[in-house]
């Protein structure tokens, strides 16, 4: 793969019984760029993201994640990326600040910067939606990926919540990170997205 690729994936499909959720998907993003994978929901989106961060394997097909192939490389796939779920995967019995210390113990910066410093010392578990999803991205934060994968980010959010993942994206590309953003938000996301991939039925449209 060339160096100046930090995705490259050849004929990619995913199959859940008989629904084909992704299907010979192939498509080469350069390192540093913001690509926007938009669909409508059950488009496959998500089901892509999670094969890309090896949550999940492919049924068909191969990619190279940082140069690591998603299927043999797992491990190294995982510590040069980083996956913004649907799911917080956040402990509601622990605070902000020791959920995000299981990552990394310099988590005052990065809860600052999404806007939870004050409430660090408080219990998930008190949480709203939104605020569950501000710690989801300090912990993708804290991760320092160079390939980033958001899914939906701005659900849940406020609009300056939506403006600060806008502002985390840039910051992420100014550091030569990769970003991809599935979404149906589609006018939202085009204003600064470099790529932009359509998925419709598990196919590129």
Known sequence: MPQDLAIDASHLSRRYGRRWAVADVSFQLPRGKVMMLAGRNGSGKTTLLRIL???IRADA???TVAGFDIAKQKEEVRLHSALLSHYTYLYESLTARENL???SRDTDAVLRRVGMLGRADDPVSTFSAGMRKR??????????PSIVFLDEPFGQLDPEGFALVED???ELKSSDATVIIATHQVDRVA???DVQIG????RIA
Not at 135 to 144: D, E, G, P
Not at 199 to 202: A, D, P, R, S, T
């Open 53 to 55: 961060s090896t949550a």
């Open 61 to 63: 097909g191969r990619a």
């Open 101 to 103: 210390s299981l990552v």
């Open 135 to 144: 710690v989801s991205f300090a912990r993708v934060l804290l991760q320092k």
């Open 168 to 170: 985390v994206v840039a």
């Open 191 to 193: 204003r600064f997205a």
């Open 199 to 202: 998925l419709e039925n598990g």
